[in-house]
């Protein structure tokens, strides 16, 4: 419990304009972007690594519960105050330390968002590589604290393929450095891939060492339009086999592309059952190649368009129309439920058909984009938070679709966490071995259990 005399103490830190008390405060910040609501008793902005320092060893003395929050997207609950305690929101560590171009590297506080980043390094030839949709809000912090994934996931990975180093505090106040930022380059053992995916449950990350990508010299993108959600998802698996490795493969189901195109009113095919969005980058010289093969096997697999970007404007149109689907869907229902399963990828049409299968069962509105080329779906399981009725009939379909994921050997989650929401299937998929190693890891980095205590783990 949050006293006075903490309050005071916390005033100390970090200075009375930095923590916020008021009970609309407590209330804003008791949501994150997933269905989970649980207020905390103080929302406290630090600026500097010493003031998280000093709040973590006011919470190892006090045994105040803390959450560190960066922008509040995460979808399965990581970021609400279960306990109450301290909400930690670092939005305020918001600088670009350095950007490196001879080494490739830029040096971030948590705080600054990912589009910030993306603004600061393109000028100068560069890219970071993750690039959720959430990008304009989401923290680089979040995007490794959930090692966030994006559309050009399938060719360049998710963001613990490109953190270097991190500075983090641990519970009690050490400050830690791992990685580059421990021991420069090439050395080992580097801890660094702990804290990807750790959910704000091992430590504070601070700073990140990101690495830097070389934009590419060109780029194509191309929508095709398919009436069965299977044969799109075989133009998927033939185009990896031919051994193309897409920049981006999408899939939108016809909920999606009409919600979509109500919203946008772009022209697209609103009785199409699937469309593709496709993006190749690399050397001029290999994308014609690649675009021609590309075109052979949708007109092999017969889809009914296919559509290439012909400049600028038009790859943005494409691209406006995947990033806008979360928004687009609020046309329909207040709110939705996101799912995040991870299939093989050619168990990909399969799924999307058990999904849709799924949505007349529970008489339910689903929408579907998957990143198709990593096997990635997120099913949006739409509802109206004042029909309870209908929630529970949400809730019951989205343990059934990813009850099944696991059946076809896929996971619980592949970008959004296992928060709140997964917790109570964390033994679907991991051997009581291999939770009994997480929580001894957890519990040695955080022995009274004070940080983000209740996620992923049952401690
Ligand atoms: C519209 C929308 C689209 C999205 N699209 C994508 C997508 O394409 N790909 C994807 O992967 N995700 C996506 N997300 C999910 C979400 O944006 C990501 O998980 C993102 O990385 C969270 O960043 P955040 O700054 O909002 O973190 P928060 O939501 O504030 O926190 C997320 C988790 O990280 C912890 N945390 C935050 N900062 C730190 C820190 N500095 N140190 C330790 N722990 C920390 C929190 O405790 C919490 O458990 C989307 C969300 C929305 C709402």
Redesign the pocket.
């Known amino acids: 419990m949050l006293d006075k005399h903490l309050l005071v103490k916390l005033k100390s830190i970090v200075g009375k304009e930095d923590i916020l008390t008021s009970k609309i405060s407590r209330e804003v910040y008791a949501y994150?972007?997933s269905p989970f609501i649980h207020e905390p008793e103080a929302v406290v902005f630090p600026e500097t690594t010493a003031e998280v320092a000093e709040i973590l060893k006011l919470s190892e003395a006090y045994s105040i519960p803390v959450?560190?929050?960066?922008?509040?997207?995460?979808?399965?609950?990581?970021?609400v105050s279960l306990y109450g305690g301290i909400s930690l929101?670092?939005?305020k560590?918001d600088k670009i330390l350095d950007i490196d171009t001879v080494n490739e590297t830029a040096l971030v506080e948590?705080?600054v968002?990912?589009l910030n980043l993306q603004k600061a390094v393109e000028p100068l030839g560069f890219m970071f590589a993750?690039?959720?949709?959430?990008?304009k809000?989401?923290?680089?912090?979040?995007?490794?604290?959930?090692?966030?994934?994006?559309?050009r996931?399938v060719k360049y990975g998710?963001?613990k393929d490109h953190v270097l180093g991190l500075e983090?505090v641990l519970p009690g106040g050490e400050i830690v450095t791992t990685g580059a930022l421990a021991s420069g380059y090439g050395f080992i053992p580097d801890l660094t891939g702990i804290?990807s995916g750790?959910?704000?449950?091992?430590?504070?990350?601070?700073k990140i060492l990101v690495k830097l990508t070389v934009m590419p010299e060109t780029m194509r993108t191309m929508m095709a339009v398919f009436d069965s959600l299977d044969k799109a998802g075989e133009a998927v698996s033939a185009i990896i086999a031919k051994g193309i490795v897409p920049t981006t493969l999408e899939i939108m189901d016809k909920s999606m592309i009409r919600a979509v195109d109500d919203f946008l009113k772009l022209g697209f095919p609103r009785d199409a059952e699937a469309v593709l969005l496709l993006e190749v980058d690399g050397y001029e010289v290999e994308i014609d190649r690649q675009v021609d093969v590309i075109e052979e096997i949708f007109r092999e697999k017969k889809a009914s368009s296919v559509q290439s970007a012909k400049d600028r404007t038009e790859r943005e149109k494409l691209w406006l129309a995947r990033r806008s689907g979360?928004?687009a869907l609020g046309r329909i229902k207040p709110a939705y439920m996101?799912q995040?399963i991870t299939v093989p990828r050619h168990r990909l049409p399969q799924m999307l058909r058990f999904v849709s299968d799924i949505s007349k069962k529970y008489d339910i509105t689903i929408a579907q984009m998957a990143?198709a080329g990593d096997g990635n779906l997120?099913p949006h399981l739409l509802y109206d938070p004042d029909d309870p009725e209908e929630f529970e009939r949400v809730e019951e379909a989205s343990h059934e679709i990813f009850e099944t994921a696991l059946k076809m050997d896929g996971t619980l989650t592949?970008?959004?966490?296992i928060?709140l929401e997964k917790l109570p299937f964390m033994k679907l998929q991991f051997s009581e071995k291999d939770i009994s190693f997480m929580k001894r890891v957890k519990k040695a980095l955080d022995t009274n259990l004070n940080l983000?205590k209740g996620?992923v783990l049952e401690l």
Do not use: W, Y
Not at 68 to 73: E, F, I, L, S, Y
Not at 137 to 151: D, F, H, K, P, R
């Open positions: 994150d972007s959450v560190p929050r960066g922008a509040g997207t995460c979808l399965s609950g990581g970021a929101v670092l939005t560590m948590t705080g968002t990912n993750p690039d959720p949709a959430s990008q809000a989401a923290t680089i912090g979040g995007n490794v604290a959930e090692c966030a994934g994006g559309i996931g998710v963001t983090v804290f750790s959910e704000g449950t091992f430590g504070i990350i601070t979360n928004g996101v995040d990143h997120h592949g970008e959004h966490g928060g983000n996620k």
